[in-house]
């Protein structure tokens, strides 16, 4: 047997474990409430296990509370955590919103995406916690959830521990002028990795398995020229990985503004495919694409650095945040700082009335006139 369903009819020693918000009174109140600036465990785990299945709703006046709330998870009893994320942009749920997102490992279900779920197994050999800290100003008035895990007898053999990280970056045009595709002369190159927006930074062994990837673009230019450029354990530019093109690496191709959900790949959210960015030009605004590794992990043995092009030799500004997902031995390298939740914001919606103001700006620095909006 072989596919995603070859181990389903092995007979296993494991006993099947649940930690969930259910009532304990036997009422209906299955939910727990988690106070401003309050933490609470989703399961505190003994022994030998492995988590299996995570699903999570939740409702607060917060309206961002899915970029407030920070999921984190801890292994083996490493005091710092293996996972640590803005809970929405974990589940594949950028800026805070909800949208419905489908793949293998991950989804947001219906209504409107507010279902979280997790399918990335996480083993452990001697203990795990996962936990919701809040971080709004507001309360979460109702937390639900499921952990769904596994104990053995003895530790699996020769398995990573889980881990993913958030990052983000509001880019700067690396040569100072902001162009792709030669608008303003010849293209740039880059030959090296320093100034691109990095997504994955690893000390140990293990293999990388996928990222969600969230661009705000605030320019109705295409941002995905940036190659994507994996350089494993320390080796130089340009690496045993080098890409084409952000939209090649997310195994999509020529610029692309569908709404496509595969297992593996594709792009839940688009920019010109949600109400308020409905009468924005080309690839002006938010576009959220992911790629899992799952049939073909980059596997490292001492680190992996992993970064993508902010469009052609990082020419472009854009905001960008990810989810770097990747299994990897402990102990694992301390993450840099969270960035506080004022650092977490969005970024304004760039308009018709921006780009009009562009408009007139442009027609002003030309004297005026009968001018179309084409001349050089």
Known sequence: MDGPLAGIARLRDARSKRASSYDRSGGNDDFVQVPAGQTVALAAIDGPGCVRHIWITLSAKDEMIRRHAVLRMFWDGQTHPSVESPLGDFFGQGWGENYCFQSLPLAAAPREGRALNCYFPMPFADGARIEIENQSDHAIDRLYFYVDYELYDRPQADVGRFHAWWNRELTDPHQGVEQEWGLFGPDHKNPGDADNYLFCDVKGRGHFVGVNYFVDCPTPLWPGEGDDMFLV????????????????????AWSPVEHYTHPYFGYARVNNRSQEYLKNPAWLGRTHCYRYHLEDPIHFRKSLRASIEHGHANGLVLDISSVAYWYQTLPSKPFPPLPPVQKRAN??????????????????????GKLWGHET
């Open 347 to 368: 970024m304004p919606p760039i308009g018709p009335v921006e780009i009009h103001r562009w408009r007139q700006a442009w027609r002003e620095a030309r004297g005026g």
């Open 233 to 252: 354990d320390g080796e130089a530019w340009p690496g045993s990985l080098h890409g084409t093109g952000t939209e090649d690496y997310f195994n999509s």
